[in-house]
Nanobody, 124 residues
Framework: QVQLVESGGGLVQAGGSLRLSCGASGRTNRSYYMGWFRQAPGKEREFVAA????????SYADSVKDRFTISRDTAKTTVYLQMNSLKPEDTAVYYC?????????????????WGQGTQVTVSS
């Protein structure tokens, strides 16, 4: 079992920045892909970014590429999502997820563990 807890969400103006954190506990190890997803009201959950726990591979959705950066601190078993140049369309609940595999996937159904989510609101 893996427990994930997100933090760092909030209200920010367009053009601003936020850093989300995802603390992982339990059976964390290097064979995990860690992902961030988001879900806006009335929309499906969508992939944002993912990182192999070793840090050797990262992937991003086109909509956030060059604005968001995913990283991890293995000593703190924490995954981060640095979000810059935020836009109103980035408003959503952001979820951290863990996939028990070293194979990349952008599908939310491929992830095995989920956090409770943290709200990000970007005002125009």
């Amino acid at each position: 079992q893996v427990q994930l807890v997100e933090s760092g969400g909030g209200l920010v103006q367009a053009g601003g920045s936020l850093r989300l954190s995802c603390g992982a506990s339990g059976r964390t190890n290097r064979s995990y892909y860690m992902g961030w997803f988001r879900q806006a009201p009335g929309k499906e959950r969508e992939f944002v970014a993912a990182i192999l726990w070793t840090g050797t591979s990262t992937s991003y959705a086109d909509s956030v590429k060059d604005r968001f950066t995913i990283s991890r601190d293995t000593a703190k078993t924490t995954v981060y999502l640095q979000m810059n140049s935020l836009k109103p369309e980035d408003t959503a609940v952001y979820y951290c997820a863990a996939r028990v595999s070293t194979t990349y996937s952008a599908s939310y159904s491929a992830y095995d563990y989920w956090g409770q989510g943290t709200q990000v609101t970007v005002s125009s």
